[in-house]
T-cell receptor, first 115, second 107 residues
């Protein structure tokens, strides 16, 4: 089955540690995205990538880093510089085209808790 | 920055029709309008997409006026399971979501 997979579902991190969230898709989508969602809030864009080996900062990129070495994978690293990393993280992928008509597919999310 | 404006919240009762309007004054010529639904602790899922006039599928209708500066998602005969957050998205390059509309369906 095609889809987008995030792992792990729950993650605990000690303060001062970096942690990497995995996002893999087998939909052959060019574009991938990372979002952060806090309780009762909307999705905030962290980073996005529209093609392999290229990515752009979103609205809240500070304290996060990404890589896009393969089309299928877009891992997100939450660094120790992120002051309040406890949140729900969502990854998405979509097709690209000249007409801005996109249906995005989301993973099930990773809930990160700093302990 | 988000390019859309929606009501923060709406309440309804089971069996009623719900209409959620999204404003997008700066929509570009080649932008489509897409609506997503999100349940707690899940990723959003696609509901419906359109460019102009009216689009209907098995779960919703989307009405887009000629000037395309707004759109209305219509959910017929809502049930308790339609309680969710609904997001309107215009274009797609950077996939920036707004705050969405929190719909609460009451018995």
């Amino acid at each position: 089955d095609g889809g987008i997979t995030q792992s792990p579902k729950y993650l605990f991190r000690k303060e001062g540690q970096n942690v990497t969230l995995s996002c893999e898709q087998n939909l052959n989508h060019d574009a991938m995205y990372w979002y952060r969602q806090d309780p009762g809030q909307g999705l905030r864009l962290i980073y996005y990538s529209q093609i392999v080996n290229d990515f752009q900062k979103g609205d809240i990129a500070e304290g996060y880093s990404v890589s896009r070495e393969k089309k299928e994978s877009f891992p997100l690293t939450v660094t120790s510089a992120q002051k309040n990393p406890t949140a729900f993280y969502l990854c998405a992928s979509s097709t690209r085209g000249q007409v801005r008509r996109t249906e995005a597919f989301f993973g099930q999310g990773t809930r990160l808790t700093v302990v | 920055l988000a390019k859309t404006t929606q009501p923060i919240s709406m309440d309804s009762y089971e069996g009623q029709e719900v209409n959620i309007t999204c404003s997008h004054n700066n929509i570009a010529t080649n932008d489509y309008i897409t609506w997503y639904q999100q349940f707690p602790s899940q990723g959003p899922r696609f509901i419906i997409q359109g460019y102009k006039t009216k689009v209907t599928n098995e779960v919703a209708s989307l009405f887009i006026p000629a000037d395309r500066k707004s759109s209305t998602l219509s959910l017929p005969r809502v049930s308790l399971s339609d309680t969710a957050v609904y997001y309107c998205l215009v274009g797609a390059d950077d996939m920036r979501f707004g705050a969405g509309t929190r719909l609460t369906v009451k018995p």
